[in-house]
Structures are given as structure tokens and as C-alpha cells.
């Protein structure tokens, strides 16, 4: 049973920093590119960034430059560092493979961005 479990989310302030991790249970973190994907409300959800079990990257356009993806592979976690955040980055914040497996979608943790 695969297992994806989001944290590090909360409120911060427009500019700042924020650091959201990934805990994989299962075999298929190994395999995998991974990705994290986020829902701001009333809009459908959208894939944010990106990376392959050798570490190559990549970004959606609105958070190149900003948001930073890597992986320990040993501890089956990918991360999320998330710097000079806009009101725009509010949302549910999820880890997923890639592609999606719909099945493994997990609970999310929050990201407020807000003064």
C-alpha cells in the first residue's frame, strides 16, 4: 500500500519562505519521478514542479526561480522550498508521481500566503 503524506505547510507572508516535505512509503519511491502539484481554491489543480530519481528538475513557469524541488532518496522524502511566496502561491500543496497516480493522492497541507 503506497502511501504519500504532505507537510510543512502554514501561513506566511508575502516574500517569505516555507519548506513543505514528502514522506513516501512503498516501493515506488525508487522508481519514480516525483512531482508536486498544488488547488488553490476554485481552480482545478496544477503541477508545480518536478524531479527525476537522478535529480534533474524541472518547474511550472509561475514558480521558476522561486521554488526549489529535491529528493533524499534514502529517505524516501521529497521537498519543496518555497521562497519569495505571493498571495498566488495560497493553496493545497500535494506530492504525487509523475505521471499522476490517482490513487496515491494524499491529504495535502495548506500554504497561506497572506500579510
Known amino acids: 500500500q503506497v502511501q504519500l503524506v504532505e507537510s510543512g505547510g502554514g501561513l506566511v507572508q508575502p516574500g517569505g519562505s516555507l519548506g513543505l516535505s514528502c514522506a513516501a512509503s512503498?516501493?515506488?519511491?525508487?522508481?519514480?519521478?516525483m512531482g508536486w502539484y498544488r488547488q488553490a481554491p476554485g481552480k482545478e489543480r496544477e503541477w508545480v514542479a518536478g524531479i527525476t530519481r537522478t535529480g534533474i528538475t524541472n518547474y511550472s513557469d509561475s514558480v521558476k526561480g522561486r521554488f526549489t524541488i529535491s529528493r533524499d532518496n534514502a529517505k524516501n522524502t521529497v521537498y519543496l522550498q518555497m521562497n519569495s511566496v505571493k498571495p498566488g502561491d495560497t493553496a493545497v500543496y500535494y506530492c504525487?508521481?509523475?505521471?499522476?497516480?490517482?490513487?496515491?493522492w494524499g491529504q495535502g497541507t495548506q500554504v497561506t500566503v497572506s500579510s
Open positions: 504525487n508521481t509523475m505521471p499522476v497516480i490517482p490513487a496515491y
Open positions: 512503498g516501493s515506488i519511491f525508487s522508481i519514480n519521478p
